[in-house]
C-alpha cells in the first residue's frame, strides 16, 4: 500500500517543498528498499527511519517527536498513515496556509464543518469548534514550536496512553488530541485555523478497500478511550461533555440503535459489555440504560430474524456495491450521500468503469458537503429530479438513515433504489 501512496504523491510533496520521512517498524527490508529505489529516481525528499516494531503507535509518535534536533529545521510537522494521500490540487492549497503562521492547521471534518475557515486565537473555541477528529492521522498539521526541550514526555504518555498493550483496561489511543491540546494551552500565541469543508482533501488508497479499523476495539477507543482523554484535558476546557457528544461517535452514530444492534449479531457487544461501560454511555448515546440493555440481552437469532443479515454485513459493503453494479446495466447512476460511505461507493464506481454512467451525488443540503467528491458533482436532490425515471439511485448510508432516505426518495418518484447496505 505504501507503494500505491508514494507513486500517486510523491511528486506532488516533491514540488511543494515538503519533505518526506517515512518511520518504519515492519519485520523485513521491504520499506527500506522501497525508498532506496525512489531516493535512486532522484526523490531526495524521502528519509527512512526505524521504529520500534514492539510499540503501540502513540509510543512510536512520542518516540518521533521527541527527537527535537531532528525538526529544528523544519516549520511543520504532518503525521499521516501508509494508506493516506492528499489530492494533489489540494495540497497546493494547503502549501498556501503553511506559508503563514499558524500553531494548529486542520483539514476539516469529512462531510461536515463550516464552509468558510475558522480563525481563532482562543484555545477552548477551538476546543469546541475544532477538535472533533483531530485524533486521525492527515488531519492535523501542527507548527514545531509545540516541540521543546521542557516537555515531560513520561507524564503525557502516562496520562494520555498508559499501558503500551492496546488490549490493556488502561491502553489509550488518543495521545495526539491529548498532546495538541495540553501544548496549545501552554504557550502564550496560539493562532489556529481549521479549513472550510470546500473540497475533498485526502485520499485513501484503494488497496484500503473500504475497510475499517478498531472494529473489535470499538467501545475501548470510542467509547471509553475518547471520553477519557476529553476529560483529562486541563481545566482550561470548560465544555468537554459537549465536545465528546459531538465527537465523531455522533458523525458516523458509533453507539446509536442500527450500530449497536450490528455489533450485537457479530458478537461484539452484549450484556457484559453494557455493564462493562455503564459509565461512558450518557456521553456517546443518545439511547438510555433501558434501551442499550434491551438490545444487549435481545438474542441474536431474534435480531436476525427481525433485522435481517442487513445489521450484520456493516463489513460486506464492497461485496453488496459489486452486487449492485451488476443490475446498473446502461442506467444512469446517483448516489445519495456524499460521506465515508458515498466516497467510497463513488470511488468504485468509477475504477469499475461506470464513470460515463455517474451523473452526480445527492444530498439533502449541500452547504453542509463538499462540492465535489471524486471529481462529482455534489448537489440538492431536487437537481436532479428530470432524469430520476432514468437512473438507478444508490442510496450510500447506513441502514436506519436509509430507511428515511428511502422514503423521502419515494414521496420524490424514484422508483430504482438500491441500499449499500
Not at 496512553?161 to 496549545?184: M, P
Not at 471529481?375 to 428515511?404: F, H, M, N
Request: contains cysteine; glycine residues 6%; charged residues 30%.
Amino acid at each position: 500500500m505504501l507503494k500505491e501512496v508514494l507513486d500517486y504523491e510523491v511528486k506532488s510533496y516533491e514540488t511543494a517543498g515538503i519533505d518526506i520521512a517515512i518511520f518504519d517498524s515492519s519485520q523485513d527490508e521491504s520499506t527500506r528498499t522501497l525508498i532506496k529505489e525512489y531516493k535512486s529516481m532522484g526523490y531526495n525528499n524521502i528519509s527512512y527511519h526505524r521504529t520500534d516494531p514492539n510499540q503501540c503507535i502513540d509510543y512510536k509518535i512520542i518516540e518521533i517527536w521527541k527527537k527535537i534536533d531532528f525538526f529544528k529545521d523544519y516549520k511543520y510537522i504532518w503525521l499521516i498513515n501508509d494508506s493516506i494521500s492528499i489530492y494533489p490540487d489540494a495540497l497546493n492549497e494547503i502549501c498556501n496556509y503553511l506559508e503563514e503562521d499558524y500553531t494548529l492547521i486542520r483539514l476539516p471534518v469529512e462531510g461536515s464543518g463550516a464552509r468558510d475557515d475558522i480563525v481563532t486565537m482562543d484555545v477552548n473555541e477551538w476546543f469546541v469548534s475544532c477538535s472533533k477528529g483531530m485524533g486521525h492521522m492527515a488531519s492535523t498539521i501542527m507548527s514545531t514550536k509545540l516541540l521543546d526541550d521542557n516537555i515531560d514526555w513520561d507524564l503525557l504518555r502516562d496520562k494520555y496512553v498508559g499501558s503500551n498493550d492496546i488490549h490493556s483496561a488502561d491502553h489509550g489511543f488518543f495521545f495526539t488530541i491529548g498532546f495538541y491540546l495540553e501544548r496549545i494551552a501552554e504557550i502564550d500565541d496560539f493562532r489556529g485555523i481549521m479549513i472550510g469543508n470546500r473540497r475533498k482533501w485526502r485520499r485513501d488508497s484503494p488497496l484500503k478497500n473500504g475497510k475499517s479499523y478498531w472494529n473489535d476495539l470499538v467501545f475501548e477507543v470510542w467509547a471509553k478511550s475518547y471520553t477519557d482523554t476529553i476529560m483529562k484535558l486541563p481545566d482550561v476546557y470548560n465544555e468537554k461533555e459537549r465536545v465528546i457528544k459531538e465527537s465523531d461517535n455522533s458523525l458516523f452514530g458509533r453507539f446509536e440503535k442500527q450500530s449497536l444492534i450490528s455489533f450485537r449479531i457479530q458478537g461484539l457487544y452484549s450484556v457484559e459489555v453494557y455493564k462493562r461501560y455503564k459509565d461512558y454511555w450518557k456521553y456517546v448515546s443518545s439511547l438510555n440504560n433501558e434501551e442499550l440493555f434491551k438490545i444487549a440481552e435481545t438474542p441474536v437469532s431474534i435480531l436476525k430474524e427481525k433485522y435481517g443479515e442487513t445489521y450484520g454485513r456493516i463489513d460486506k459493503w464492497s461485496d453488496n456495491l459489486s452486487e449492485i453494479e451488476k443490475t446498473v446495466e446502461s442506467n444512469r447512476i446517483i448516489v445519495y450521500g456524499a460521506g465515508l460511505y458515498g466516497e467510497y461507493v463513488t470511488g468504485k464506481l468509477i475504477r469499475d468503469g461506470y464513470e460515463d454512467q455517474l451523473i452526480g451525488i445527492a444530498v439533502s443540503d449541500p452547504s453542509q458537503n463538499v462540492d465535489m467528491l471524486n471529481g462529482v458533482a455534489v448537489k440538492q436532490i431536487d437537481d436532479y429530479s428530470e432524469i430520476r425515471d432514468q437512473a438507478v439511485i444508490i442510496v450510500a448510508t447506513l441502514p436506519d438513515t436509509a430507511r428515511v432516505i428511502t422514503g423521502i426518495l419515494e414521496e420524490k418518484g424514484y422508483k430504482n433504489i438500491r441500499h449499500l447496505f
